[in-house]
């Protein structure tokens, strides 16, 4: 069974799994992160 941790610490795992490289998985993670929170904030609203 694959770990998060050891997919976000290879390289080439990372790619295997997302097909994105390093920099656009960070990214794409911001936006979601972003997202998700003013969803959880207006949720709470």
Partial sequence: ML???RVL???RLLRAMTGLNRQ???EL???F???YERTV???LA
């Fill in 33 to 35: 992160a972003d997202t």
């Fill in 9 to 11: 610490n290879q390289e």
């Fill in 41 to 43: 904030f207006n949720s």
């Fill in 3 to 5: 770990k998060l941790d």
């Fill in 29 to 31: 993670l911001s936006q």
């Fill in 24 to 26: 656009a998985f960070n």
